[in-house]
């Protein structure tokens, strides 16, 4: 069963402010991905992380890898319509290499 | 580059009917995965392929749930007999190197 606890589980923000989402483990990772999915979809990738401390952004969104490796943040800057959807986080723990594990995913919804 | 293929994207069947899925990896991606998406949840990992041998199918239910990748490309998966439960939707994914996966469009079935 999963191991990640993602929240929150939804978000219902104005358009233009910024999103913050994280993802505990009790286990350590060593991979932490983020995932996009929009309705009627398959998830897209949206940044990859692998080593604790790691910053990466991708456009308006910003991923850190927590320096304990049980963690992992996702920000969402300036928020527009297209943002809404159900973001995931997942990662390889180190106990279970090749086996990707996923968040429950939060609901992001954006209003004008 | 194509990205992963799946079809069809919807399905309806009555329950105790068969139903297969085929899904078409990433170009060079020699790992496959099938993974069932409930209403509300994160993926969940059926069935890992590397190549065409299964690497890891510890969550599939065995009695109903069969899959494939004879030629190492791609893969069908099949129910039989299917049950109400089994209303989900259904992932293939594609990766290189067992950390970055690539998700296809999903196969929406409902058993009714």
């Known amino acids: 069963g999963q191991q990640l606890n993602q929240s929150p589980q939804s978000m219902f923000i104005q358009e233009g402010e910024d999103v913050s989402m994280n993802c505990t483990s009790s286990?350590?990772?060593?991979?932490w991905l983020w995932y996009k999915q929009d309705p009627g979809e398959g998830p897209v990738l949206l940044i990859a992380?692998?080593?604790?401390?790691e910053l990466t952004s991708n456009g308006r969104l910003t991923a850190q890898f927590g320096i304990t490796r049980k963690d992992s943040f996702l920000n969402i800057s300036a928020s527009i319509p297209s943002d809404v959807g159900i973001y995931f986080c997942?990662?390889?723990?180190?106990?279970?290499?090749?086996?990707?594990?996923f968040g429950a995913g939060t609901q992001v919804v954006v209003t004008p | 580059e194509a990205g992963v293929a799946q079809s069809p994207r919807y399905k309806i069947i009555e329950k105790r009917q068969s139903v297969a899925f085929w899904c078409n990896p990433i170009?060079?991606?020699?790992?496959l995965y099938w993974y069932q998406q409930i209403l509300g949840q994160g993926p969940k990992l059926l069935i890992q392929?590397?190549?065409?041998?299964?690497?890891?199918d510890s969550q599939l239910p065995k009695d109903r749930f069969s899959a494939e990748r004879l030629k190492g490309v791609d893969s069908t998966l099949k129910i039989q007999p299917a049950k109400l439960e089994d209303s989900a939707v259904y992932l293939c994914?594609?990766?290189?190197?067992?950390?970055?996966?690539?998700f296809g469009p999903g196969t929406r079935l409902t058993v009714t």
């Open positions: 994914a594609s990766s290189f190197w067992s950390r970055e996966q690539y």
């Open positions: 286990s350590i990772f060593n991979t």
């Open positions: 992380l692998y080593k604790a401390g």
């Open positions: 997942a990662g390889h723990s180190t106990d279970s290499w090749g086996k990707l594990q």
């Open positions: 170009s060079g991606h020699a790992t």
């Open positions: 392929f590397q190549n065409n041998g299964v690497v890891d």
